[in-house]
């Protein structure tokens, strides 16, 4: 008898095991407006808006803005100008993709996977996903990429070839989803770019995708090639309304770089003034603002040591700041911009000069790409639009403390020689990306375009003066985390781990 009631007694209480032992206050599955509400937040982690306001500074100005030369430091305390990798700042990048952004989309992933009813929330996760992880094996090469989510205490790096043959498969079957899924319910208004916008969103993959294949154009041409006219054909930005701009909202979600700009650590470079100038850019006054002490637009060059920083010419009154659209009274006001069609436009321009079906000559995309760019910066009288892509201008010399001298020569006309055709394509592409440095850092180390002055210094010893940094050295804060996979992720790089070794695509 005492046995039989000790059998019943176990047997009823482990048939309602798993509902005693649940905590009630615990979400155990995802509906669809969870998964909504995650993918907000992956949107603004990938994108560096942390809640301190430091994290778009360390994790983009810093570094990626300055190698790009749209910014030049004028804080005597700062040194990355001079590059020298600070490894506490840069860990804010990694952590935006990995702790910010990651965990969110990659739940989001899982959750939807197989599911017939949430294939566009699925596919526009994906395609998101590429977006930040491109952002970040462009600062580092290898990174932790196909063992991501895993609960190994190590956690194995990918070569970048393999991550960016995984981004185009990502790309072409996510982009598929969505085109087949076109009036599924995505993610309304926790979709802070496109509210819910399919088409935008398909659209934005097929750019992502073309901007990756003109990445690895020059190591891979065929592969490129492939993927490009592929991008083409599935449709990329067109128009402004394509633009991708991040919304912006208080408390919490702001303008990254208009957060700091009021805290005078960067002006306008030297590059900048000599081409904006020099073209008599109409995109001046909405890129920058005139120097407070002068009323004149002027840079600084990169590579500074304090002592030059502080010297009158060269400090932050007397140094054009940006437009007032981007200062920190805007912060809740300008969205972040994220990709713009006037973009698409250049790749296809670059895609042409190649040979390859890009819908149009590469003077007529580059002519194209440029009315975009002013357009998407409000310059629409046609007759302005007209004067400076006709024009035959060239960049002016800064003179300035150090006595600097025009840039280069090309004017905007498009050009009959082939040479001077492609340093156009890629010298107005990075006027276009503005105030985008991680994907004009990128640009330039692919082309070696625009051309760029020498830094007055390098506090780096593998990278001189004249040299262009070419990728940020692993971190040590996942040395001391994750210190095997590290260690063999040296062996995937082309070189030592430091800043001189190329990426994967880096070949010209």
């Known amino acids: ?171 072409d079957e996510a982009s598929t989803d969505l085109e087949n899924n076109m009036d599924q319910l995505s993610y309304g208004e926790q979709d802070k770019i496109y509210n819910g916008d399919n088409s935008k969103w398909l659209k934005f993959a097929n750019t992502l995708r073309l901007r990756l294949a003109l990445r690895i154009s020059n190591v891979e041409p065929a592969k490129a090639k492939e993927e490009a006219e592929a991008a083409v054909a599935g449709g990329v930005m067109t128009d402004i309304s394509d633009d991708a701009y991040l919304n912006v909202s208080p408390p919490s979600n702001y303008n990254g770089l208009a957060r700091i700009t009021g805290w005078n650590e960067f002006r306008m470079s030297e590059t900048m003034e000599s081409v904006l100038k020099g073209y008599e850019d109409p995109r001046l006054s909405k890129y920058f603002q005139p120097a407070e002490a002068t009323g004149e637009y002027n840079g600084v060059r990169n590579g500074m040591v304090p002592a030059e920083q502080t010297m009158p010419e060269n400090s932050y009154p007397n140094a054009s700041n940006v437009s007032e659209a981007l200062t920190i009274d805007k912060m809740f006001v300008t969205p972040m911009s994220v990709m713009y069609s006037a973009e698409a436009y250049l790749l296809r321009a670059e895609g042409a000069f190649n040979g390859w079906d890009m819908g149009g000559t590469p003077g007529e995309l580059y002519e194209r790409g440029i009315e975009m760019s002013l357009r998407t910066w409000g310059v629409t009288d046609p007759a302005v639009i007209e004067n400076y892509i006709n024009s035959n201008n060239v960049p002016m010399a800064p003179g300035g403390y150090f006595n600097t001298p025009a840039l280069t020569d090309i004017s905007v006309k498009f050009s009959t020689d082939p040479a001077e055709q492609y340093e156009q394509i890629l010298t107005q592409k990075w006027l276009a990306l503005f105030p985008d440095g991680m994907e004009a850092w990128a640009e330039a180390r692919r082309s070696n375009y625009p051309r760029r002055y020498s830094l007055i210094h390098s506090d780096n010893p593998n990278v001189p003066a004249d040299g262009m940094i070419s990728r940020i050295p692993f971190l040590e804060y996942d040395r001391d985390k994750n210190g095997p996979a590290v260690e063999a992720a040296e062996a995937l790089l082309n070189g030592p781990d430091n800043a001189a070794t190329k990426l994967w695509w880096d070949v010209d």
């Open 1 to 171: 008898m005492i046995l039989l009631s000790a059998i019943i007694f176990m047997n009823s209480c482990t048939s309602d095991f798993e509902e005693r032992n649940t905590d009630p206050n615990r979400l155990t599955s995802l509906n669809a407006s969870d998964i909504q509400g995650l993918f907000s937040g992956a949107l603004y982690g990938g994108m560096n808006t942390g809640p301190n306001g430091t994290d778009y500074q360390q994790a983009q100005t810093l570094f990626a803005d300055i190698y790009a030369q749209y910014f030049a430091i004028t804080q005597t305390a700062f040194s990355s100008d001079r590059y020298n990798i600070v490894q506490q700042w840069v860990t804010y990048q990694w952590r935006g993709t990995y702790v910010s952004t990651m965990p969110s989309l990659q739940t989001i992933i899982s959750e939807t996977e197989g599911d017939e009813n949430l294939v566009a929330l699925n596919a526009i996760a994906r395609i998101w996903k590429v977006f930040v992880l491109h952002r970040t094996t462009d600062y580092w090469g290898p990174i932790p990429y196909s063992e991501i989510g895993s609960t190994e205490p190590v956690i194995a790096y990918d070569s970048q070839k393999d991550i960016y043959y995984d981004f185009f498969k990502e790309l």
